[in-house]
Structure formats: C-alpha cells, structure tokens
C-alpha cells in the first residue's frame, strides 16, 4: 500500500541553523500539507501546497518557513533559522484531488539546541 | 475559525470492552468533513475513520463508528471490542469541505489517551 515517507526520522540542530524537511508524498496525490506537533499538544497545520504554489498557510508559517517541490516526488519544508521553539514533530501529508482524506507519514523530530 | 473540542484527556477501558471517545466541534459552515485519527506510540498518525457532514448516516469501520449529531455539533467515536492494540491517542479533527483551489488544513482537538487495561 503507498504511504507517505519522510526523512530525516530526527533531527538534532543548532539554534540559528537552517533545516530542510523532506517528504516523498503518495505518488498520485496533488495536494501536501505539512504540520506541526509540539510534544504533548494538538497537531497544527502549517502550509497547504497545489499546482506548485502555496494553497493556504496558518500564522504559525512566518517568513522563517519556505516549501518546495523541487522535483516530481519530493516536498520539502525549509527553516530559515531555528528557535529552541521549533522543537516539535514535523509531519507531511498528501491528498488526492478531490478526496477529503489527507494521509500522513511518520513524522520528522526536530530537536533544536 | 474552527475550533474542535475534545474534553476528555485520558480514557481507560477494559480489554474486550467499549469505549466511548467524545468531541465538539464550532464551525459556521453547512458542508464540512470530520476525521478521528490514531496515534500509537510510534506518533504516526492514522486515519481511522470519516464523516462527510451532508451524509445522516453515521460512518462504520470494522470496530469503530461514530455518532455524529449535527445539530449538537458532536462526533463521538465508539471503539467496540476493544484491543490492546488500540491504545493511543486519538485526536478528532474538522475540514471545510474542499472548494475548487482550496487545499484546507485540517483542525485538531488536544486529543484523548486512551489506556487498554488487559
């Protein structure tokens, strides 16, 4: 069955660094989603991404983050410079057109120092 | 904004038992989905089952269904025959209904924990 990979699985950072997230969506999805879970809080949507754009974006996506879609499988969520605050569970999502279900894969932890 | 509501922290239930996980939802839209997803251990999310809001029926999966009053705007999900596997948390959540160009996030409640006693 096709699911939705990420990796790194974790990953230890200095504060100030930048990141890269990476995602191998549902191969005939279109639509991607990432998200953010705070350790022991609610999952928070982050970006919505379509058609090579931005769909929609939640106020926590500042201009620290940036996605991309940099090739015809990988989806890749950027930070600028990481805060002790951007600890947290990353995960990515996809969909397909016109499906209400999005499928999640296994989360990257983001540990910043 | 959306917000959905799970006032439950933590759940415990006997094994081979059922159990009853609730949420509320506040949306001023007619036309939404709702969704409960499970998350073991591993943190991975799961979907365990979906709601379209202009459907009566209430959804079925297997060991799981739910009760969804729209009116009251609640969407119960009921864990029949209950497992050890199905020890996590379980996290309701809300979506607009897709609107040509729209790629809505979902909204997540806080979530349940929900212990298996063998």
């Known amino acids: 069955e096709p699911e939705v990979t990420q990796t790194p699985s974790h990953q230890v950072t200095q504060m100030g660094q930048e990141v890269i997230l990476r995602c191998v969506p549902i191969?005939?999805?279109?639509?991607f989603y990432w998200y953010r879970q705070i350790l022991g809080q609610k999952v928070e949507f982050l970006v919505s991404?379509?058609?090579?754009?931005?769909?929609?974006k939640s106020e926590i996506f500042d201009d620290q983050f940036s996605v991309e879609r940099p090739d015809g499988s990988n989806f890749t969520l950027k930070i600028r410079s990481t805060k002790l605050e951007d600890s947290a569970m990353y995960f990515c999502?996809?969909?397909?057109?016109?499906?209400?279900?999005?499928?999640f894969g296994p989360g990257t932890r983001l540990t910043v120092l | 904004a959306q917000t959905v509501t799970q006032s439950q922290p933590e759940m415990s239930v006997q094994e081979a038992e059922t159990v009853t996980l609730s949420c509320t939802y506040d949306?001023?839209?007619?036309?939404?989905?709702l969704f409960w997803y499970k998350q073991p251990p591993s943190r991975q999310m799961i979907l365990v089952i979906r709601q379209e809001a202009y459907k009566q029926q209430n959804a079925t999966e297997n060991r799981f269904s739910v009760n969804f009053q729209k009116a009251a705007k609640s969407f119960s999900l009921k864990i029949s025959d209950s497992q050890l596997g199905d020890a996590a948390m379980y996290f309701c959540a809300y979506r607009d209904t897709y609107s040509g160009g729209g790629a809505d996030g979902l909204t997540f409640g806080k979530g349940t924990h929900l212990i298996i006693q063998p």
């Open positions: 999502a996809s969909s397909r057109q016109g499906a209400a279900e999005q499928f």
């Open positions: 191969s005939n999805h279109l639509y």
């Open positions: 949306t001023s839209e007619s036309d939404y989905y």
């Open positions: 991404f379509y058609n090579n754009e931005i769909s929609e």
